[in-house]
C-alpha cells in the first residue's frame, strides 16, 4: 500500500491493531493537544516541532508519536 496521505496511514495503524480490540475504534491524528490533520493532509507536511508533537489517537487512547 502506497502511503502518501494521512488517509492512507491511519489505514496502516488501524490493519497493525487488527489483533486487538482497538481496530474497529476511530483512528484521529492531531499536532499539539488540539489540532486535529486532515485525511487529505500529505505524509510530507507530517513533523514534529519542539511544542508540537504529533499525537495517534485510537479511540480514547492517546499515543505521543515521535518522528525522527
Same mark, same amino acid.
Given at each position: %500500500? =502506497?502511503? !502518501?496521505?494521512v488517509?492512507?496511514? @491511519? #489505514?496502516?495503524?488501524? %490493519?497493525?491493531?487488527?489483533? #486487538? =480490540? $482497538? $481496530?474497529? =475504534? @476511530? ?6 493537544e $488540539?489540532q @486535529?490533520?486532515?485525511s &487529505?493532509? !500529505? @505524509?510530507? &507536511?507530517?513533523?514534529n516541532t =519542539?511544542?508540537?508533537?504529533?499525537h495517534?489517537?485510537v ?10
Amino acid at each position: %500500500m =502506497k502511503v !502518501s496521505k494521512v488517509a492512507n496511514l @491511519v #489505514e496502516i495503524i488501524k %490493519m497493525q491493531l487488527q489483533d #486487538e =480490540k $482497538s $481496530s474497529d =475504534k @476511530v483512528v484521529t491524528l492531531r499536532r499539539g493537544e $488540539s489540532q @486535529v490533520i486532515s485525511s &487529505e493532509t !500529505s @505524509v510530507d &507536511e507530517l513533523y514534529n516541532t =519542539k511544542n508540537q508533537a504529533l499525537h495517534v489517537v485510537v479511540g480514547k487512547h492517546n499515543i505521543q508519536l515521535y518522528l525522527l
